[in-house]
């Protein structure tokens, strides 16, 4: 929705940073409360700074200093709902919900933007130079696009048709870009030209992780239980894999769980985010009409129905880490082995569900994984940090804030943005806890370093302690 032109020019106020204190006395950090109070992305941490965008509905994107949360710089967008950005060679990217891709300098300073379609529900990737958006061609043909463009002139390289808006964010791996669309089908495109690899429709759940020729995703399977002639029928999830060159499919038995949070007739019926997500489209304009989103498509795999359950979900979002494949599934934390179908360990974090009662908000964000810890959000307000050998909790911290976006964590401190719009920074008292830098776990903006060998990659903050990170997802 553009902005209104009374406001235009007129940036909200700021507030400074406030103190944070875990209730034990053990944490400290900072806290900014953002104006608005929308919901917030993944922050992203490079070279000493904050960026992020002020939430779904504002017109408003940030720069914060890491290291007190002091405001360096603030934008102003044309149109609502920034996203996460990615930050790269000196540019930051993102787009806004509704409907435009933008670069600024680091400093702030507007290089380009392009108006793309309405609306846009997931996040760009980017790569040597180049950004990968999706987006609908809502001033032609009204079909949804992969498309490449330059970061520097935004110069479109080639785009590709596909099924319909993707999951959360392209993934760019070993000259690939890989997606999965809220209707579940997997793609594989090239990244010189955008000439398809493959795709198959697999009820993909969540954007994929690519390591060592194989595809790693969560799927969503129907399971029908009970009397054949009247079963009982749920929707269940599970991690599943395909391998690069023939197309092999296996899935991870031990990871299976009942997932009513994918079921849209019963999130319509009772989830609390659900109805809340309602509200929050009406305020944009939203309200009945979705515009190009194809939402038929998320209802039917994801079992989400508005624009800002899209805009905030991002599954069940699998990665892997020194070997080891890690993913949340609803409430449960699951490390396997990612040559085999062994389940290593799971962990279930957050409030106990009630027996009998069906999970219909998936409470976990994905993990942010450095220095052998897993750290999570949680929508009941809590960062836990996991042993990513073991799963045992090694400490956890009420936020006072639902958190549904994956948090950042960046030399000894945790980043985080909460559905309730502050950004809040937390000091984890270990400097190793460190590489994390945004949306994906990007370990730095040089797309060509994470390509060559280890030994010729240089050290430095952010750099050289996290080891493995092969999807490179965003960027």
Known sequence: MKIDPKQQGHLPRVDEPAP?????????????PIPGHRSLATPAVVDGRVFLGGGFGSYDFYAFDARDGRLAWQYQTSDDG??????AEGHVVFNTESCELEVLTVEGTPVWKKWLGDPLMSMPAVGAGRIYMAYPDSR???????????????????KQPIEGEIITAPVLAGGKVHFATLGGTLYCLRQED??????????ATSSPVVWEGECFF????EVAEGDPARPDVHQAEHLAARAMRDARYRYY??????????????????SHRYAASQHADSAVGFGAFKGDAKM????RNLGKGHVHEVWTYQGSKPFVYRARLYAAHGDTVTSADPRSDHVYWKTKLGTPQVEGEDLLDSPLTPPAIANGKLFFGTAHGEVHCLSAESGASLWSVPIGEPIVFQPAVVAGRVYLGTDSGTLICLETGDDADDGWRMWGGRRGPQWEDRLRPRAARSSGLARGRFRHLEDDARS
Do not use: I
Request: overall charge positive; charged content about 30%; aromatic content about 10%.
């Open 194 to 203: 955008g000439g398809v690899e493959w795709q198959e429709p697999r009820n």
């Open 140 to 158: 032609g043909d009204r079909r949804h696009y992969l498309a490449c463009f330059d970061l520097r002139t935004g110069h479109e390289s080639w």
């Open 20 to 32: 944070f204190v875990s209730p034990d006395g053990r944490f400290r950090g900072w806290r900014v």
């Open 296 to 299: 038929a498509q998320a209802m």
């Open 82 to 87: 920034p996203t996460a950005a990615a930050v």
């Open 253 to 270: 038995a031990a990871t299976a769980r009942k997932a009513d949070y994918l079921d849209h007739a019963k999130r319509a019926r009772e």
């Open 218 to 221: 969560s799927q969503r399977q």
